[in-house]
């Protein structure tokens, strides 16, 4: 046997023999815990898993993914497996997995294999989102004060949604990046305006490609593609702003610096980011990411709650006293604890319709779920190496054994008695990699709505259709929130 050979076979022998050692760690890992396989979906391509992928394109682009995800775990239990180009993909909404997953387990999963962007967001987050840089109500009340100017008075049809967002737009540009895109006043510039467009696209894409899972790589939009590119670009422009500050600061004392300067950039997201890290990349993708975060999140959660109340007109005059008995007082920091029907209000709002429906992660390593496995669904399920796992908040509240048989109902006063357990009610992830600005949401969203109340005594829906998902990384209703809305004899 020549040289070649003799190699080929050793080598071949080590292959062999490093399979059957991760085989044996596997089964040993089952047995210790004594794992069980998920229900299997019924697919009609049972090998690949393609007749899910074609039909995510279909349910996107009609507005439908959400009550399929309802139907698909009605059909096949909380826990289930799904066929994903010849690996397989957990789905599951059993609270023990989803706590495992984003919180017991954490160090096993991440958003791709090898990927530990998430290990560092919270530390860099985490510093500007204290209750000192939330106080800028000012700031808030200067771009709301353009939104309800733009209301009409005379009883005609209004679509607050994109309003909205327009005003968080706009107050959070200035508190991530340092300057507003300024879009309530009409003063957006050319490059913003492209830039607008780009990132609304790129979100699109980006949650489709969450739904697609392991068939993400499919997905290959050009013009996908160019509005990453563009919004980079946009974010990039900030972040080397940043990187200045950060190398002017360190170059010379801050004392030596203006004080008011310094206060000014500190306050800044990305400014109080680059203090911690010199991460171009990285700088750019977290500020990309708190964008999203700030703008889509409270602006989908308050034209969610406005949809709500212009239907309930109960709801309405009953917050309206809370927010009545107020008096002279000015709304703070404080509003979303002091005013406990706001409050509910805000938590019925949020479990209908959970900003972030959908997520998935991916195993790091070996390690397994504690339920969804065996004909009951009770045993723990082996999970290796690479295994998709997916889950959806929008179908978790509205489970009718958590949240009773009217789960599907606008209920604000469920929530006087009723107290779901940990990773039964998600609105904002937890875990390590919980939202960093949950308090500045909900106090922004409690600070317009209570605004809002104050300058309209009443309110009207314009809506003749229902509350449909339109799915990017968030979702908002797709057919806004149009209302009528009737000035207060007493402004504010």
């Known amino acids: 046997m020549d040289f070649l050979s003799i190699l080929f076979v050793s080598g071949m022998c080590i292959l062999a023999a490093y399979y059957i050692s991760k085989s044996q760690r596997r089964w040993s890992l089952v047995r210790a815990n004594g794992c069980q396989p998920p229900r299997k979906f019924p697919h009609k391509d049972p090998i690949l898993g393609l007749d899910l992928f074609f039909k995510a394109g279909k349910l996107f682009e009609e507005n439908r993914y959400l009550p399929e995800l309802v139907q698909r775990y009605n059909d096949n239990g909380s826990t289930f497996e799904t066929e994903s180009l010849g690996s397989f993909t957990v789905n599951s909404i059993a609270p023990k997995n989803l706590e495992t997953v984003w919180s017991l387990k954490f160090s096993d999963w991440g958003v791709e294999p090898m990927d530990q962007v998430g290990s560092i967001r919270e530390p860099l987050l985490k510093p500007s989102f204290s209750k000192e840089n939330m106080t800028d109500l000012l700031t808030l009340e200067r771009y709301l004060k353009m939104v309800i100017n733009r209301i009409p008075k005379d009883g005609s049809t209004v679509d607050l949604q994109p309003l909205f967002f327009s005003l968080f737009l706009d107050s959070s540009t200035l508190f991530l990046f340092g300057e507003s895109i300024e879009s309530l006043s009409g003063d957006t510039s050319v490059d913003a305006e492209r830039f607008l467009k780009a990132f609304d696209y790129a ?17 290959r939009d050009p013009k996908w593609l160019e509005s990453c590119k563009i919004t980079h670009k946009f974010a990039e422009k900030y972040v080397d702003k940043a990187l200045e500050y950060r190398q002017a600061s360190q170059s010379r004392a801050k004392d030596s610096m203006p004080k008011d300067h310094t206060n000014r950039q500190q306050h800044i997201l990305l400014f109080a980011m680059a203090e911690q890290t010199d991460d171009r990349t990285g700088l750019r993708n977290q500020i990309l990411q708190a964008l999203m975060a700030a703008q889509e999140t409270t602006a989908a959660l308050i034209s969610n709650v406005f949809f709500l109340l212009a239907r309930h007109p109960i709801t309405w005059q009953r917050l309206r006293e809370e927010v009545v008995s107020l008096g002279d007082r000015e709304p703070d920091l404080d509003l979303h604890r002091n005013m406990k029907y706001l409050r509910n209000i805000l938590n019925e709002t949020l479990r209908l319709y959970p900003v972030f429906p ?28 690479g295994t998709m796992f997916d889950t959806s908040w929008y179908v978790l509240h509205r489970i009718p054994s958590i949240w009773g048989p009217d789960a599907d109902v606008f209920n604000p006063d469920r929530w006087d008695t009723i107290k779901p357990r940990a990773w039964e009610y998600v609105p904002f992830g937890g875990g390590q990699r919980g939202c960093a600005g949950r308090v500045k949401a909900l106090t922004e969203a409690s600070y317009v709505i209570v605004r809002m109340m104050q300058e309209f005594h009443h309110i009207e829906s314009r809506n003749k259709r229902e509350w449909t998902g339109h799915v990017q990384l968030t979702a908002k209703n797709a057919n806004g929130c149009k209302v009528a809305l009737t000035p207060s004899q007493q402004s504010f």
Request: aromatic fraction near 14%.
């Open 358 to 385: 959908q997520m998935n992660r991916v195993a790091l390593n070996n390690t397994t779920l504690p339920v969804g496995g065996g004909p009951d669904g009770t045993s723990p399920i082996y999970i290796p190496a």
């Open 203 to 219: 979100m699109f894409g980006s949650g489709f490609r969450i739904a697609l899972g392991p068939f993400k790589f499919l997905y």
